[in-house]
């Protein structure tokens, strides 16, 4: 029963993509690609050759194996729609945001592999977004962990707090804003692009082609629906099951799957309402987030709520 | 024998003489004076050890004793006159202060010596007197090394206060083992062998031994 | 049967006389010599009580060494670094100018911090740490050029102002105690006034933080580590710097025992400071060895918070927390020695077959060191603390500590403590991004320079220590719990609380657990697990090999790279408060305004601590010694007045 919820979020991550374009397409007033591309995407990608450059290393190689493994890692420490698993107990939410970190050390990595100047400015700039997003990230969490006590989801999941306190809605926003660098949004990045000048995660990826490329893009999309199940249940943390009582799952996950759509969506109108931000003009936008961090943990300290 | 000589008196009188050679250090003006005056230093030194060594009835000390005749009435003057033979030295020892006024210093500081020590208690093998003596001739070689110019004149102001440091171990404990006399012995040649080399080097480099011109090495 | 200390010690003396005339033979000697050390620290570490080793210097003073718990733990984190150092040191000492003599002073230089973690009374501990510091700054000058002189004059300086504060703080103690040993001191420290305790402590923080390196005490270390060769700065910066660690627990935790709240707090606020601007000066260096240097001092700023924190709440009483928070500090001890030894010896070989440091000059290396960049790799991701490698685990318990700070009574505490969380999470997304610059710079893309051309992987007795570093790493990492256990002695006997969180297979703290073989094996397991369904599924892939894309005009080369400059501007420009950058542009024109004929762009940076503390300090220090120089005319004669005239003194008070 363990292994169903991480299958979850390995079968639907595709999908919670394919559904933000299509909200996106629609806001936009297109029509917009199928809900199910991004499954044809990588299926077609997977049997496609691979072009690796001839300066690439064995460093190129094996990134997209760690980054795959490392996401999927991630997955088994993070309750979906039960909190009751011993797999929560192998690693907390340090664990979670040092393996996301292991996973972007490798692609960073392989951006430089190549020695094209694109492959190193995504890799310059990720590294940069990550050094403002990680402190903030880390803020929130811990704001998350203190009042159950423990750092481990389950146990934040299961604490039974209330949703509406002053400091959860300031850590809300924080995380919301490192949620968008960390899956490469707009105003952060802009994940439709090629443009040198603006992007930063497909930069790091430009090198890639056939399978690996499919495996990056999936480790992506695992990533981004892993994110959203963490906000789920650090801030929203109800309707989740406490057992594998399958009446009680069935409910989980259909709560479950009406989060995603909600937090899908509210990406979505967030990237189609704003315009991408200058890369220099993020410190402002990030530097918020991490003092809404700090104001949020100071606000549970002193107001003790 | 033992009964016909006041060994008290005769030990006064060997260290007054250590003293006193010491003193004459600072009217000399040509350095195999000066040699010579060491010379007598450690003869008195060596008398002195052999009247303890007469007194206590120690064998060990006449071994001291033999060494200390050895090594520094014969190894050391030789050695000595030998570098300044081969440095051509002009005789002069050239001291900063004129050798009244550093006569006058070495009274002072005779003085001063016999007040500090006269008051305090100590527990002395020998008279009290030989401990003072053995201050003195520390200090007053000292100041003939800050006086002279030359660095052989320190080097010979370097064995007088050495001479005075074994005077005052021997006044103070009797005389050490002799496998620790036997290291300083060692120690002493060592260094005058080395300081002699350095003096040839000075020498050589500042065609001078005037130590004067150390102070360009100053950065 | 555990060898006795000073058959030990006379391993190393013997190593010493060989290595004149056997180099390598000397190294496999010292080897022997830190593996007995290791079998003593681990017998120390189990509580066994070590005889007590005195030699009569004269009737009033003794060497007395001896060792217990604290001793037992940094003994094995000098020897497991000893025993690699040296084995690389074969290989590596082969090329060196004077190689007999840098092993005479190496050989020695080993036991010499052996003696001061072992010393036992301020005299053998004062003898032994002024030895460390001489040999020390023997082998950093050992190049013996214009730079390396400089950089030990300095390394002399800053190290003797801080034996002047240890010193002085060993005479208070023995003021107060009327003693020079640090048992008694231990026994008497209650009777101690706080005013003078609180002193004794800042002595300690100063003339030890010196030699660990603490921000602004850190001047030292990034000149002279990278200007020796590189075994010894993976000996300095993985273990010497340690013993100022070692300094500041045991006075400061063992023999001072409880002091002031502010004792924590401060050790906090010096290690948050560390952390942050340490590794901001990292990220921003081109010589890679400088980089390392540098990140020694993060990483002693990492140490220092689990230090403080265990101060904090030894204070409050907070037994269990104060355990925790020291065991993490020690786990880092150990695992910092291990990968920053590792990370230098790797850019020993670069600068081994390269024969530069400068980053900006290298790039591709991985296709002609691949051992080396393996190893080199393995460091980079744990000192990055990245799972499930070891720096990993001591920063988790790191975190967990400082999170349990919010719990501590005083209201300040409250309000800093999610300070020092922030500081360190920024410090780890820096250190990704100092690492990710050092590994991607150097060993990825393309060679930079002609210097790459003779790269090649070192010779097999270096290699095969970096892997066994290697393989340290990933063990530390792994298998924590066994390893912490170890540390429950010192650690209780420090603290008085237990490591109670042990489980097998994973780390459960009251606010959290952790399993890194969990991770690991999850890692591996999907990796295999991938791989054998896309083959499966989509068969295996066909590969074909092109050059990088490069935008259509032919004639990519090394120059479009991102160099190390670039990699890191964006910082650069986002904390320029911190960095204050200063830019310059010199533009030759041939014709007019019109013509360029050549462009230079330089770049340099103001690190904030030196600018607006350390040169006005340096500064005033030069002006009082200007005023103070003709103390020291160079004439012998004065010097000799000098000692008459005390004698002098001496004799007049005597009267």
Do not use: C, H, Q
């Given at each position: 029963m363990e292994k169903l919820q991480i299958l979850i979020i390995l079968l639907f991550a595709p999908l919670l993509q394919g559904f933000i374009k299509k909200v996106k397409a629609l806001m936009q007033g297109r029509k917009g690609a199928s809900i199910v591309q991004p499954y044809c995407d990588l299926i077609r990608l997977f049997n496609k050759d691979m072009v690796i450059s001839?300066?690439?290393?064995v460093i190129f190689k094996i990134t997209p194996y760690i980054v795959l493994a490392s996401v999927i890692t991630v997955c088994f420490l993070v309750p979906v729609i039960t909190s009751a698993s011993n797999f929560y107990y192998f690693g907390d939410v340090i664990a979670i945001v040092y393996t996301f970190a292991l996973a972007r050390f490798f692609m960073a990595l392989a951006g430089l592999d190549a020695g094209t100047a694109f492959g190193g400015e995504g890799s310059s700039r990720e590294m940069t977004v990550s050094t403002l997003v990680e402190p903030m990230m880390m803020l929130c969490l811990f704001t998350a962990a203190i009042p159950s006590g423990s750092t481990n989801l389950a146990d934040i999941v299961n604490i039974d707090n209330p949703i509406l306190t002053p400091s959860k809605v300031l850590a809300f926003s924080a995380f919301m804003v490192a949620i968008i660098a960390e899956t490469g949004r707009i105003p952060v990045d802009n994940p439709d692009t090629h443009l040198e000048l603006t992007m930063i995660h497909e930069g790091m990826i430009l090198e890639y082609s056939g399978r690996y490329l499919a495996m990056m893009e999936y480790a992506h999309y695992i990533k981004q629906m892993l994110l959203f199940t963490i906000l789920a249940d650090i801030f929203l943390p109800f309707g989740v099951a406490t057992s594998f009582d399958m009446i009680h799952l069935t409910k989980a996950f259909i709560v479950y799957s009406i989060k995603m759509l909600v937090i899908g969506f509210t990406m979505a109108l967030i990237e189609s309402s704003r315009a991408k931000m200058r890369f220099f003009q993020l410190p402002s936008l990030l530097g918020g987030g991490f003092v809404l961090a700090f104001v949020s943990l100071l606000t549970y300290l002193m107001l003790g709520k | 024998m033992r009964d016909l000589i006041d060994f008290a008196s005769l030990i006064d009188f060997l260290s007054v003489g250590i003293l006193l050679t010491a003193i004459s250090m600072n009217s000399l003006k040509r350095l195999e004076s000066c040699i010579k005056a060491y010379f007598f230093n450690s003869l008195f030194l060596t008398l002195l050890i052999v009247s303890v060594a007469v007194v206590k009835g120690e064998s060990h000390f006449y071994f001291a004793a033999l060494l200390n005749f050895i090594v520094k009435c014969f190894v050391i003057p030789l050695f000595i006159s030998n570098i300044v033979k081969k440095m051509q030295v002009t005789h002069d020892v050239e001291p900063f202060v004129s050798n009244s006024l550093s006569l006058v210093i070495s009274g002072i500081l005779i003085a001063i010596v016999y007040s500090a020590i006269s008051k305090g208690v100590y527990v002395t093998g020998l008279s009290k007197n030989v401990l003072q003596i053995s201050v003195a001739v520390i200090l007053i070689s000292l100041f003939v090394m800050i006086s002279r110019r030359k660095a052989i004149t320190q080097v010979i102001g370097l064995l007088f206060m050495e001479n005075g440091l074994f005077l005052a171990g021997f006044s103070l404990t009797y005389g050490m083992p002799l496998i620790i006399e036997l290291g300083v012995f060692f120690d002493m040649l060592m260094g005058v062998i080395i300081l002699g080399v350095f003096a040839i080097q000075i020498k050589r480099l500042f065609s001078t031994t005037d130590l004067d011109q150390l102070t360009k090495l100053k950065g | 049967m555990v060898m006795d200390l000073s058959e030990s010690t006379l391993l190393f003396v013997i190593a010493a006389l060989i290595s004149l005339f056997l180099p390598s033979l000397a190294y496999l000697i010292s080897i022997a010599g830190a593996f007995s050390f290791f079998v003593l620290g681990l017998s120390l570490l189990s509580n066994s009580a070590s005889g007590n080793y005195i030699f009569k210097l004269t009737p009033f003073f003794d060497l007395s060494f001896g060792g217990d718990n604290i001793s037992g733990f940094f003994l094995i984190v000098i020897s497991l670094l000893t025993i690699a150092v040296c084995l690389y040191s074969i290989g590596y000492t082969k090329s060196l100018k004077n190689k007999r003599f840098f092993g005479f002073i190496f050989s020695l230089f080993i036991p010499s911090m052996y003696g001061v973690i072992l010393s036992t009374n301020i005299i053998s501990f004062l003898i032994c740490w002024e030895t460390m510091s001489v040999l020390s700054y023997f082998l950093v000058v050992f190049e013996n050029n214009e730079k390396s002189s400089k950089a030990g004059l300095i390394y002399a300086v800053m190290t003797h102002i801080g034996t002047a504060f240890i010193i002085a703080l060993f005479l208070l103690l023995s003021y107060y105690t009327k003693s020079s040993d640090f048992s008694v001191f231990k026994a008497l420290s209650n009777n101690i006034p706080l005013p003078i305790k609180n002193i004794i402590f800042i002595f300690a923080l100063i003339g030890f933080g010196v030699k660990a390196g603490i921000m602004p005490f850190h001047y030292w270390l990034p000149i002279a580590h990278p200007t020796a060769p590189s075994n010894v700065s993976a000996i300095m910066s993985g273990v010497m710097i340690k013993t100022g660690i070692y300094g500041i627990v045991r006075i400061g935790l063992d023999i001072l025992g409880v002091g002031a709240y502010w004792w924590g707090i401060l050790v906090l606020a010096l290690g948050a400071i560390s952390a942050v601007l340490g590794i901001m000066q990292a990220v921003m260096e081109k010589d890679i060895k400088r980089l390392l240097a540098y990140s020694s001092i993060e990483n002693i700023g990492i140490i220092l918070l689990g230090l403080g924190g265990a101060m904090l709440f030894k204070f409050y009483s907070m037994n269990a927390l104060a355990a925790l928070s020291l065991t993490a500090a020690f786990y880092h001890i150990l695992n910092h020695s291990v990968f920053k030894g590792l990370l230098f010896m790797g850019a020993g070989s670069i600068l081994h077959a390269t024969h530069t440091k400068n980053m900006e000059l290298l790039g591709g290396l991985i296709k002609k060191m691949p051992m080396t960049a393996f190893c080199f790799l393995i460091g980079a991701i744990s000192i990055c603390a990245l799972p499930p490698f070891n720096g990993f685990v001591s920063e988790w318990l790191t975190y967990q500590a400082l999170i349990s700070g919010f719990n501590a009574p005083p209201s300040i505490v409250k309000i800093i403590s999610p300070i020092f969380g922030a500081s360190l999470a920024l410090t780890g997304a820096i250190a990704a991004t100092a690492f990710v610059k050092a590994f991607g710079i150097t060993f990825l893309g393309l060679p930079r320079s002609s210097n790459t051309d003779h790269g090649h992987d070192a010779s097999p007795t270096m290699t095969s220590a970096m892997l066994f570093l290697s393989v340290i790493c990933l063990v530390l990492g792994i298998f924590p719990n066994y390893f912490i256990t170890l540390f429950s002695y010192p650690v209780f006997n420090l603290t008085g609380g237990s490591l109670s969180f042990l489980t097998r297979g994973s780390i459960t703290i009251a606010a959290g657990s952790l399993s890194t073989q969990a991770i690991a094996l999850s890692l591996i397991m999907t990796i295999i697990f991938i791989l054998l369904l896309s083959r499966s599924f989509f068969g295996k892939p066909k590969i074909e090999h092109g050059d990088s894309w490069d935008c259509g005009i032919f004639t990519l080369d090394s120059r479009m790279q991102y160099t190390a400059t670039a990699f890191i501007k964006p910082l650069k420009i986002i904390f320029k408060r911190v960095y204050m950058p200063k830019r310059e542009v010199k533009i030759t024109y041939s014709v007019d305004k019109l013509f360029v004929s050549s462009m230079r762009y330089g770049g340099d940076i103001a690190p904030f601590l030196t600018k607006y503390i350390l040169s006005p300090m340096f500064n005033f220090i030069n002006n009082v010694s200007d005023r103070l120089k003709f103390l020291q005319s160079g004439s012998l004669q004065l010097y000799l007045s000098y000692i008459l005239i005390t004698l002098v003194v001496l004799l007049i008070f005597g009267m």
């Open positions: 001839n300066t690439a290393s | - | -």
